[in-house]
Nanobody, 127 residues
Framework: QSQLVESGGGLVQPGESLRLSCEAS????????IGWFRQAPGKEREDISC????????SLVSSLKGRFTISRDNAKNTVSLQMTSLVPEDTAIYYC????????????????????WGQGTQVTVSA
């Protein structure tokens, strides 16, 4: 299996939107649970969201609910992260990864054991 490739980042102003994409050449993303995490300078890694193989269940960190949405199109072999109403605190490198462990706590999806992430895509939110 190959590393994943993230794209779609950029420099945007507060309040704007971005759509990040995750792709993999030589492998079928639809066979994996896929997640997104971010790493901001001087801060701990933050696991943001994950989505099951067929897309029927997603998780999203509570602080981002209402602004970020994860989705996937297995026919196009992509997983996306739609980000709206961006704020400077969203500035980070965003990575997608395969997920090894999935659990359900209180009916909610939880993902752990992230691997095969790529180089990431830089998102900078600044006026």
């Amino acid at each position: 299996q190959s590393q994943l490739v993230e794209s779609g980042g950029g420099l945007v102003q507060p309040g704007e939107s971005l759509r990040l994409s995750c792709e993999a050449s030589g492998s079928t993303l639809g066979a994996y649970v896929i997640g997104w995490f971010r790493q901001a300078p001087g801060k701990e890694r933050e696991d943001i969201s994950c989505i099951t193989e067929n897309g029927d269940q997603q998780s999203l960190v509570s602080s981002l609910k209402g602004r970020f949405t994860i989705s996937r199109d297995n026919a196009k072999n992509t997983v996306s992260l739609q980000m709206t109403s961006l704020v400077p605190e969203d500035t980070a490198i965003y990575y997608c990864a395969r997920v090894e462990h999935v659990s359900y706590l209180g009916g909610s999806l939880h993902c752990s054991g992230w691997y095969d992430w790529g180089q990431g895509t830089q998102v900078t939110v600044s006026a």
